[in-house]
């Protein structure tokens, strides 16, 4: 089981930008599927993209297609998430997680603490 740290988040005007980072722990990282969820107050919290263990699927929520970009580089057991043109409705804490496959269905063995992400309008 991997042990998962987020960082990035913080506070930015509508229209701007953030990279989130998720860094993990373990050799079993290049081995697994990877996802970035997120909860905003009140709601449940919902998928915004995932990548397969070697980087060659990607998947994303209708909300982050054309503005989000998922990635990983497994020698640093880190996955990224750029987000461009933010949205005030993307403000939300964020979440990654280790998946058994990449998709929005599949269920996530491991947690990282989540990083706030707030959009000003």
């Known amino acids: 089981q991997v042990q998962l740290v987020e960082s990035g988040g913080g506070l930015v005007q509508t229209g701007g930008s953030l990279r989130l980072s998720c860094a993990a722990s373990?050799?079993?990282?290049?081995?697994?599927?990877m996802g970035w969820f997120r909860q905003a107050p009140g709601k449940d919290r919902e998928f915004v993209a995932s990548?397969?263990?070697?980087?060659?699927?990607?998947y994303y929520a209708d909300s982050a297609k054309d503005r989000f970009s998922i990635s990983r580089d497994n020698a640093k057991n880190t996955m990224w998430l750029q987000m461009n043109n933010l949205k005030p409705d993307d403000t939300a804490v964020y979440y990654c997680g280790a998946q058994a496959r990449p998709g929005p269905s599949s269920p996530v063995s491991s947690w990282g603490q989540g990083t706030q992400v707030t959009v000003s309008s």
């Open positions: 990548i397969s263990w070697g980087g060659s699927a990607t």
């Open positions: 373990g050799r079993a990282f290049r081995f697994i599927a």
